[in-house]
Structures are given as structure tokens and as C-alpha cells.
């Protein structure tokens, strides 16, 4: 238990270090334009790879196609029609509740 606390607490060091670069090394200054826009585009991007990961990825980097990738479906397919956030979050657990009951 007492390997976990230490990796915890050096992580966690390393992170407020890691934190604490940019405001050190930039003071008040701003950014240029265009990497205040390259950026802006990281959280997007982590997101969506954040959600294939978890929706298609499998041990070993391999790829499984289960339920999850209908209700992943069904959820863009909503957002794409622009309903209610409730409407999306439904319509994707009846999709996927819908292929694991046919047995998918």
C-alpha cells in the first residue's frame, strides 16, 4: 500500500510542477494567435480519442464492435439532429441496451 501512496504523491507533485511552468515562464505575457488556437483544439481532440478508445478499444490494442459502438452511434446520430442532451443520452442506452438484449 505504501508503493501506491508514493506514486500518488509523486504524481501529484509532478502535476503542480507541470502546472506551475507556464504561469513561471510566460508571466503576463499573452500568447501568439495561432498557438492559442492549436491549444484550444487539444481538449477536443483528447475527448474524441478518449471516446474511441473506450468505445471500440479492447485488451491488447485490439478492436471490439460490441454495444457500446450502436449506442456511440445513436448518439452522434442524435447530436447530428440537434435534440435535448437528455434526448441523446436515451436514445444511445435503448441502442445499446437494444443490440445486448438481440444477443450483440
Known amino acids: 500500500m505504501t508503493e ?3 506514486t500518488i504523491g509523486v504524481l501529484s507533485a509532478g502535476t503542480a510542477a507541470i502546472k ?8 503576463g505575457r499573452s500568447l501568439p494567435t495561432r498557438v492559442a488556437a492549436v491549444i484550444g483544439l487539444f ?4 475527448l474524441a480519442a478518449l471516446v474511441v478508445v473506450g468505445t471500440i478499444g479492447g485488451d491488447n490494442g485490439g478492436l471490439v464492435l460490441d454495444a457500446r459502438l ?9 447530436l447530428a439532429l440537434r435534440l ?3 434526448v441523446v443520452v436515451l436514445a444511445a442506452a435503448a441502442a445499446a441496451a437494444s443490440v445486448r438484449a438481440l444477443g450483440g
Open 4 to 6: 501506491v501512496w508514493i
Open 20 to 27: 506551475a511552468v507556464g504561469p513561471a515562464t510566460l508571466g
Open 70 to 78: 450502436a449506442g456511440v452511434g445513436a448518439a452522434v446520430g442524435a
Open 43 to 46: 481538449a477536443p481532440a483528447l
Open 84 to 86: 435535448p442532451m437528455a
